[in-house]
């Protein structure tokens, strides 16, 4: 190839067309929704069932009941112990899980296809009848309280858990985790009662992915789930989170860190906010990638930090926006100038034509690499199922990223990013940062990493 | 059964440019998306002694623009173009790798092609670069707490300097670095006839390898690199050290033993080893620890796979007030009880039925199965391992572990790094 040749990149190849089929819809007696999307490729398959019901529906006397209750599936059920559990779905080369998060509980199961109707059988066992063994919530209780004093060590958690304090308010979604005394009084007979309560058909979803046929699938799930019976849906009201004015610093006192880690967030949207669209394309010009301004300004410009990021996180009620790094403690104040300077700047001017396009192929061009693996395919089903998006989402989805104008990106710049009422967290040693950053906020406050305000000196 | 599975054979057509470049071409066309894996035959293990993070210094060289392409250009062309990438360093290799719309082809290997023939190799660069990584290592390193834990225990393992020192390596070192020293390192490590490509994805294969010996083939060749020697003295020898985190919360420990390269039959029998020792809640040091004793908080542990000597490790972070002597004491009389009487039939069928599950799932990702291939290629000069190798894992016996257990693990010659919380507060 000639020198002259080399000069500029290459035009692409003919294009490959891309699209995701319809999965099949059904419902089951009991109110269950299945959702299958047949896919013989290789013989695997995916299940994913879940409960519109997460952390933020404990009762109020009870935080981290959820939680408990969904790791708790898997420790015990009338046919098998924990252990017996444990071998039998490994025993398969399988995987068999239950975890909780602020909107929903999910147990996830996944095996070679030639295993599939154990899965079933195992993941109906794990729903169904679990026992919420004494001895093995016993360890839970005393494990949690260990893990909880190991995550103040971690400066994400710190960092974390003042953010969502000061956005979410009293809005369970500022809870990041819940504490030792919450844990160390949970009993059986909350799990068992909130177990009855909320892991209920008809406020779930079951989603399969893989070498088996629906037909089959749904004959053998009303053979299975027999006697499975529907419940009321719980409620989804909650306080409304705060409406902030001005720029709060909290910094969390971490004596001896050799970084920064700086978290600068303000409220954001939901996920079925008529904007996501101009956020998700405004976030990715402004800091979503390694290519984005934040990126190209704070670590390739500057070079005070491995990575610097901006992030929209929209959940079913409410979302928040967030610019992080990890910086170095002396340029800790500088990193706040330069995150500032990103955040007005994309309110401000419009962004390029250039920069919208590259953001655009970007959002699109990834779009197909998520779906290469099944589990990739069944997070994108499990996402436009449980935020509620429309049935055509994934095949609109590149037309609606395409549809975003710099009109658009610039409003949604100004309505969703606010640095006058942003909360700067920063979590670093102190004694070091302090006299660079106090002046980026109106209010200072400083926590010890027990999350206990300490008093101004 | 696992015993009667078989999958049917990816698609692998092997070509060796002029200039020596190694070229594999695994086409799938499950969806239309492309991997590239460009695998340099570098890593930490090929460091002087008076350099070392270089490897893994270039890493992030090799992001810094080329003749025609500007800086951090990299990055961008290939998000613009809708795709993702990366690249590691490890002791064995240096990889890069880019996962685009597969009409992109092209840009990949002009991107690929115009940084093995023309690194920017600047003052700047370097400078830059520098800072980076001392960011990336305080962030990884040494901001975390037991984040420098397996660099400590591998100086213990290993007394050969190349496969003992760490791979993010001295800051002093590369503050003495020159634009010199990493133009040598660029002609040496960065040849055509020192990597392989891979391609893994939806492309017609004549079309793809034009394309290749298009951008690639006209980049001239270097003398090979300096032979390299990762011997070792089969035995670690009990060794011990006690290290003072600042930043741990809990005191835990780390064991580790030095065990044969990879692909060895002994190698494969601990693998399958570990997996009976730490993996899963079905495991028997997490059903002794976690869930018997409820001595441990978090229990861990993984074979380090090099083509030299290689290592395997235990490790746990106990319950405050638990004695580690015990726990210690717990899992050396599980890999005693392995070592005499071998793992149970349930136990086998569990790891060959997890072994096939993995395998089926890592060739889902265009990816994953370029990475895959790469190492074969790189390493042990046979990309088509990839079909047969299963079989070979799928043929250790019960016996087999055992033995291998009892000539390796259980024994003195271990390394113990013992992790004491030394913060303020």
Partial sequence: ?457 | MPHSFSLPPLDIVEHTLANGLRVVLNHDGAAPVVSVAVYYNVGSRNEREDRTGFAHLFEHMMFQGSENVPKAGHFQFIMKAGGTMNGTTSSERTNYYETLPADQLPLALWLESDRMRSLAVTQENLDNQRDAVKEEKRLRYDNQPYGQIFDLINEMIYKNFANSHSTIGSMDHLDAASVEDCQEFFRIYYAPNNAVIVLSGSFDADEALKLVETYFGDIPSQPLPPELDVTEPTEVASTYREWQDPLAPFPAFLIGWKIPPRRTPEFYALYLAGKILYEGDSCRLYQKLVKGDESVIQLFGFTDERRGPSSIFVGAIPKPGEDLSKIRETIMNEIHDLATHGPSPAEMEKIENQFVNDSVRQRQSSMARAQAIAEYALYDGDPKLINTELERILAVTADDIRMAVAHYLNTENRALLDVVPAGQG
């Fill in chain 1, 1 to 457: 190839m000639t020198p002259e040749l080399r000069k500029n990149p290459p035009a692409p190849l003919a294009p490959i067309a891309f699209d995701i089929a319809q999965p099949s819809q059904d419902v089951l007696e009991n109110g269950l929704r299945v959702v299958v999307f047949e896919n013989e490729r290789l013989p695997l398959v995916n299940f994913r069932l879940a409960f519109f019901a997460g952390d933020i529906h404990d009762p109020a006397e009870h935080h981290g009941l959820t939680s408990a209750m969904a790791t708790q599936l898997t420790e015990g059920t009338q046919a098998y112990t924990s252990l017996q559990l444990a071998e039998k779905v490994e025993r398969l080369g399988a995987s068999i899980s239950a975890h909780a998060s602020y909107d929903f509980t999910t147990v996830s199961a996944s095996s070679l296809s030639l295993y599939a109707s154990e899965m079933i059988d195992l993941l109906a066992e794990v729903v169904l009848r679990p026992t919420f063994p004494e001895e093995e919530l016993d360890l839970y209780r005393r494990n949690t309280v260990e893990s909880l004093k190991f995550q103040r060590s971690q400066p994400p958690f710190l960092a974390a858990e003042q953010a969502a304090r000061h956005i979410y308010g009293t809005h369970p979604y500022a809870r990041v985790s819940p504490t030792a005394a919450e844990i160390e009084k949970l009993t059986r007979e909350d799990l068992v009662r909130h177990h009855r309560r909320t892991l209920i058909p008809n406020n779930a979803i079951l989603i399969v992915v893989g070498d088996i046929k629906r037909d089959e699938l749904l004959s053998q799930l009303n053979d299975k789930l027999e006697g499975w019976e529907q419940g009321s849906l719980p409620s989804n009201e909650f306080d409304t989170p705060p409406t902030r004015y001005g720029r709060t610093l909290t910094i969390v006192d971490r004596a001896g860190s050799a970084q920064s880690n700086i978290v600068i967030a303000n409220a954001g949207i939901k996920r079925l906010d008529p904007d996501f669209f101009p956020v998700l394309v405004m976030n990715q010009v402004l800091g979503a990638g390694a290519s984005s301004r934040v990126f190209m300004n704070i670590r390739e410009d500057k070079g005070y930090t491995y990575g610097a990021y901006t992030r929209v996180d929209s959940k079913r009620l409410a979302g928040d926006f967030e610019a992080t790094a990890e910086v170095r403690n002396e340029v800790t104040g500088a990193s706040l100038k330069e995150f500032f300077y990103e955040l007005e700047r994309i309110r401000n001017e419009r962004a390029t034509d250039e920069e919208i396009a590259d953001a655009k192929s970007f959002l699109t061009g990834v779009f197909p690499i998520r779906a290469e693996t099944q589990e990739g395919l069944t997070n994108l089903l499990v996402n436009q199922q449980l935020y509620d998006l429309p049935e055509d989402y994934l095949q609109q989805y590149r037309a609606n990223v395409n549809a975003v104008t710099a009109e658009q990106i610039q409003e949604a710049a100004q309505k969703h990013v606010q640095p006058d009422n942003a909360a700067i967290v920063i979590v670093g040693d102190a004694g070091e940062i302090t006299e660079q950053v106090k002046d980026y906020a109106d209010t200072v406050e400083v926590f010890d990493t027990e999350g206990r305000q300490k008093p101004e000196r």
